[in-house]
C-alpha cells in the first residue's frame, strides 16, 4: 500500500524535484490543436497556486477552495488557493503565500516550500506555477467571502490514484475540449485544477 503521509510526500518531491527541470504542461497536453501556446508565450498572464500538503497522519490532504459564484473567471469552481503575481511579488513563491493567506486565511509561518512543478499553461492564458509545500496543522482557515465560497480539504490518496482521473469532453467556443475530472463526494474536481494534479501525480508518484 502506498504511503501518502505527509513526509513520504516531502521526500517524494525533493527528490523528484532536485536538479531538474520540469517542461512545461497544460491544457494543451489534451487539447494540442485547441491552441498554439508558443504564439501567445508574450501574451500569458502570470499566477501561482499553493499545493498545501496538510499532515494528517496516514492519509494527508490537499486544500483546496470553491471559487464565488460572482467571479469574473473560474466562477464557482475547485481553486488551489492562488491568483495572479504581482508586480510586488518576488516570485511565484511569495504571490502563492500571499494569495492563500489572502484568500484562506493560511499562516505562511505553517508552511514549507518544497519546490513547484513548472509552467502550466491554461486555455484561458495564464501561465501558472504550482507551488507545492507542506503545512502543519492545527489550520484554523477562514475563507475570503470577496472571492472564496468554501475551503475544504481532499485525500491525497484519493487524488494521486489515477483511477479517479477521468478524462471528459466537452464543445468550448465550438471545438471539442478535452479535460480531467475527478469527483469526490459532492464536489466535481476538474479543468485547470484537475489537470495541475495530473501532472503532480505524473512529476511525484507515476
Known amino acids: 500500500m502506498a504511503d501518502f503521509t505527509a ?16 517542461e512545461p504542461t497544460g491544457d494543451h497536453i489534451l487539447n494540442p490543436d485547441l491552441v498554439d501556446y508558443g504564439e501567445q508565450l ?69 508552511v514549507e516550500i518544497l519546490g513547484d512543478l513548472g509552467d502550466y499553461y491554461s486555455g484561458s492564458g495564464y501561465r501558472i506555477v504550482p507551488v507545492l509545500a507542506t503545512v502543519r496543522p492545527p489550520l484554523i482557515l477562514s475563507p475570503n467571502p470577496a472571492e472564496v465560497d468554501e475551503v475544504f480539504e481532499v485525500p491525497l490518496s484519493f487524488l494521486m490514484n489515477p483511477e479517479n482521473h477521468h478524462k471528459k469532453s466537452g464543445v468550448f467556443r465550438g471545438q471539442t475540449r478535452y479535460y480531467y475530472s475527478m469527483p469526490f463526494q ?10 495541475i494534479l495530473r501532472v503532480l501525480y505524473d512529476r511525484i508518484y507515476a
Open 7 to 22: 513526509e513520504n510526500f516531502r521526500v517524494r518531491a525533493l527528490d523528484r524535484l532536485a536538479g531538474s527541470v520540469n
Open 42 to 110: 508574450d501574451r500569458v498572464k502570470d499566477a501561482a497556486v499553493l499545493i498545501g500538503i496538510v499532515d494528517r497522519g496516514p492519509d494527508t490532504s490537499i486544500i483546496l477552495t470553491q471559487r464565488t459564484a460572482h467571479l469574473r473567471s473560474h466562477a464557482g469552481q475547485i481553486a488551489f488557493p492562488g491568483g495572479k503575481i504581482d508586480e510586488e511579488d518576488k516570485g511565484p513563491v511569495e504571490a502563492a503565500l500571499r494569495e492563500a493567506h489572502e484568500e484562506v486565511g493560511l499562516d505562511a509561518d505553517q
Open 186 to 195: 459532492q464536489r466535481n474536481i476538474w479543468g485547470v485544477t484537475a489537470g
